[in-house]
């Protein structure tokens, strides 16, 4: 399970090419059930609702690049998470 923002600038890490090699890699490898979700508007930390170490998501936004999140967003990445810990987690 892996949540990619498509505005990541962060190369070979966690950017979309990055996003896109890791899905084929897991579909290639087989065998486990996985995810690779890309969302839109939102970059690099998307589901982190601190700016930190920055004083505020505009200072970030000027200094790295990084938007501040999109709540919609952030909210659709932790219910898929949730979803995919009660299916597989689940005593």
Do not use: C
């Not at 087989?30 to 970059?43: D, H, K, N, Q, R």
């Not at 982190?48 to 690049?65: C, D, I, Q, V, Y």
């Amino acid at each position: 399970l892996a949540h990619f923002g498509e505005l990541d600038t962060m190369a070979g890490f966690s950017d979309p090419a990055a996003a896109k090699k890791l899905e084929e890699n897991l579909k290639a490898a087989g065998g486990t059930e996985s995810a690779v979700f890309m969302y839109p508007g939102v970059g690099h930390a998307f589901m982190n609702s601190l700016p930190e170490p920055f004083e505020s998501f505009e200072a970030r936004k000027e200094t790295m690049g990084v938007v501040p999140p999109i709540e919609e967003q952030t909210a659709l990445a932790w219910k898929r998470i949730l979803e995919f810990f009660e299916k597989h987690l689940k005593a």
